[in-house]
């Protein structure tokens, strides 16, 4: 029988179920819809497999990855594979069904905050993005600007317990009043 709903939450999962994930995201014949992998210890390189698994994926809606330690350089210049661009933007850029993402609580920095909001302008699915509590900072401010004012599908996004400052508190009272569909 063919499944659509993958929860694996909190079980205490690491790179190597990563792995076997993302080799079920690629398999066509599997038509997972919700994939709830939060809670785990899939690390950086797990989630990297992960992401690029699901660039290409067309029946996955709902991706919940939160808190599975992904660290400072997931999602960052230095998370680069060979030179084939960062797993998380490419996946954001590329897939066209995913319409929830959850990459709350894993450590992310503030580069990787930004890559993944320069990466939501040009997706035009995903209607929930969690980013709540990672390390991302003010030097966001530019990007998160532009995805509140341009980015037209995204109707709920949490940025909560970063390290957002006065720069960031700004631009949101700006760009909310721009902003039509939050």
């Known amino acids: 029988t063919n499944f659509v709903y993958v929860e694996m939450a909190n079980v205490g999962a690491g790179p190597g179920t990563a792995h076997i994930i993302a080799n079920g995201i690629r398999n066509v014949d599997l038509q997972w819809r919700f994939i709830d992998i939060s809670g785990n210890q899939m690390s950086r390189s797990g989630l990297n497999h992960i992401f690029w698994a699901a660039r290409q994926n067309r029946s996955l809606r709902v991706l919940l990855v939160g808190d599975n330690g992904a660290g400072s350089y997931f999602g960052t210049a230095d998370d680069m594979n060979l030179n084939h661009g960062i797993a998380v933007q490419r996946a954001i850029m590329a897939n066209v069904m995913i319409r929830e993402l959850d990459l709350s609580y894993n450590a992310m920095s503030s580069e990787a905050g930004d890559n993944v909001l320069k990466a939501m ?53 700006d760009a909310l009043s721009e902003n039509r569909s939050l």
């Open 121 to 173: 302008l040009q997706n035009h699915t995903i209607r929930r993005l969690s980013l709540r509590g990672n390390k991302i900072d003010d030097s966001v401010a530019d990007s998160l600007f532009d995805v509140l004012c341009f980015n037209e599908v995204l109707d709920e996004i949490d940025i909560g317990e970063n390290m957002l400052g006065y720069d960031c508190v700004h631009v949101i009272g």
